[in-house]
């Protein structure tokens, strides 16, 4: 069954504290692999796309990778502003057709 | 550049009534994507559109839920009758049309459904 998995489902940093989370997946014929942020209320911001292993991404704090089964988002010295949900997607062909499948989402809390 | 807009925002309404939402897209995109996302969760996909033709509704509960997309610009999803495991974020995306690579889908801020 293809499935993405994120871990942790939490995670408190203190403000500078370096580390990253987990985007992990079983799916054939993955298309792209698809960051994106999540505030309270707000629809998810896209902030990379990663389509081979190897492939890395970098944006201010942020720096994602791409292995053949998961993805990871290092997240270096962060600020409280950082603070969100971070959702990993993963598109690939389902049932014949082109899906984005997302995980469940690691909530960041980063604490001045 | 005008990102994805939603409305309304918020909708509280009682089981078995129905609701609809309306998105309209980024100009230019061509695909359309309704999702849902219960609280704590993912969004997962109800629908995509082609220009104004369905692509996938599988995950679709076709006894209660509708969307449409005429002339392939706006579309509305709509639930009747509500049930209270319907209460969720409605999210709209849109996406520029297929190259190479797959499309960077972009969202739109959400309805927020409480059924009562």
């Known amino acids: 069954e293809d499935q993405v998995t994120q871990s942790p489902e939490a995670l408190r940093l203190q403000e500078g504290e370096s580390s990253s989370l987990n985007c992990s997946y079983t799916v054939s014929g993955l298309r792209g692999l698809f960051w994106y942020r999540q505030d309270p209320g707000k629809g998810p911001e896209f902030l990379f796309t990663l389509y081979s292993a190897g492939e890395e991404k970098e944006k201010e704090r942020l720096k994602a990778t791409l292995t053949k089964k998961e993805s990871f988002l290092h997240i270096t010295a962060p600020k409280p502003e950082d603070s969100a949900t971070y959702l990993c997607?993963?598109?690939?062909?389902?049932?014949?057709?082109?899906?984005?499948?997302f995980g469940q989402g690691t909530r960041l809390t980063i604490n001045p | 550049e005008a990102g994805v807009a939603q409305s309304p925002r918020y909708k509280i309404i009682e089981k078995r009534q129905s609701v609809a939402f309306w998105c309209n897209p980024i100009s230019g995109h061509a695909t359309l994507y309704w999702y849902q996302q219960i609280l704590g969760q993912g969004p997962k996909l109800l629908i995509q559109f082609q220009n104004n033709g369905v692509v996938d509704d599988s995950q679709l509960p076709k006894d209660r839920f509708s969307a449409e997309r005429l002339k392939g610009v706006d579309s509305t999803l709509k639930i009747q009758p509500a049930k209270l495991e319907d209460s969720a974020v409605y999210l709209c995306a849109s996406s520029p049309p297929w190259g190479t690579q797959s499309p960077t889908q972009y969202f739109g801020p959400g309805t927020r459904l409480l059924v009562l």
């Open positions: 997607a993963v598109q690939a062909r389902i049932q014949g057709a082109q899906k984005l499948v």
